[in-house]
């Protein structure tokens, strides 16, 4: 049966449904993320084992990440462009020589909406990419309050669902695409785990691409604070680990019939 399928009653027993463990390695996926760094703090683990076996990995970052910084008097037009030189890089670092697009639609830090001019970008990004698997923000995770995360993650969604019927936004003249799977980080309800053992210490070299967010994001100005943050990085990822029986794990929503 379809879950999307209208008209359905509740499920009142989420914990009902049998978490999954890997999928099987797609050929091309496209990750959506708020800002510079999100996608590589969601789901950085899986995508570089899904690249060293051969996936094409592109992103898509819907802000431009100009306020990520705590200096009141930053230059924000600077900082823009080191962020998205910094994204190009972390991209590099996850995926190497099966990195594919990385795409900016650049709306302003802070003010990401998620309406139809958004929703029609997104869906032509998926639409020209054509991946397998969408991976984004889980627009629905409980007291979230950043806004632009939320936002971002309804794009994915939604993005998917403009892409994969021809009627929607059909004046983009690109061909309908319907991706196989939907995987949403920060998951409010887990129903997938990835075993990312042996690719941690990949996310956390691209993570370090992203200097510009030592200070704020990452609370890592000098080598034993950095030493700390990749102590947490990994340290979660062995806690999802441990939950689900593998060494390393990073955790999703899962949406597959799509
Ligand atoms: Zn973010």
């Not at 306020?67 to 910094?86: F, I, N, S, Y």
Request: with cysteine; net charge negative.
């Amino acid at each position: 049966m379809n879950a999307n399928e209208p008209g359905q009653p509740a499920v009142h027993d989420s914990s009902a449904r049998a978490v999954t463990l890997d999928l099987q390695v797609p050929s091309s996926a496209l990750a959506i993320g708020a800002h510079p760094d999100d996608v590589e703090f969601g789901c950085g683990a899986t995508l570089a084992k899904w690249a060293a076996h051969g996936c094409v990995v592109h992103h898509l970052v819907c802000t431009d990440g100009s306020k990520g910084t705590w200096d009141p008097t930053a230059d924000t037009a600077r900082l823009a462009g080191q962020r998205r030189h910094e994204q190009r890089e972390a991209a590099r670092r996850l995926s190497g020589g099966n990195t594919g697009t990385v795409t900016f639609l650049g709306y302003v830090d802070g003010e990401l909406d998620s309406g139809l001019e958004q929703r029609r970008r997104v869906a032509e990004v998926i639409r020209t990419v054509q991946p397998d698997v969408v991976l984004g923000h889980d627009p629905w995770k409980r007291y979230r309050i950043h806004p632009d995360h939320r936002h971002a993650g309804l794009l994915a969604c939604e993005g998917v669902v403009a892409a994969r019927d021809p009627h929607f936004f059909a004046d983009l003249g690109i061909a309908h695409h319907r991706p196989a799977a939907l995987l949403l980080w920060e998951a409010d309800e887990v129903h997938h785990v990835e075993d990312v053992s042996g690719f941690v210490d990949v996310k956390v070299d691209a993570l370090h691409a992203h200097e510009s967010q030592f200070e704020s994001t990452m609370r890592a100005i000098d080598p034993e604070q950095m030493a700390a943050f990749d102590d947490r990085i990994r340290s979660r990822l062995a806690g999802h680990g441990s939950r689900y029986g593998v060494g390393a794990a990073e955790v999703f929503a899962r949406i597959d019939d799509l």
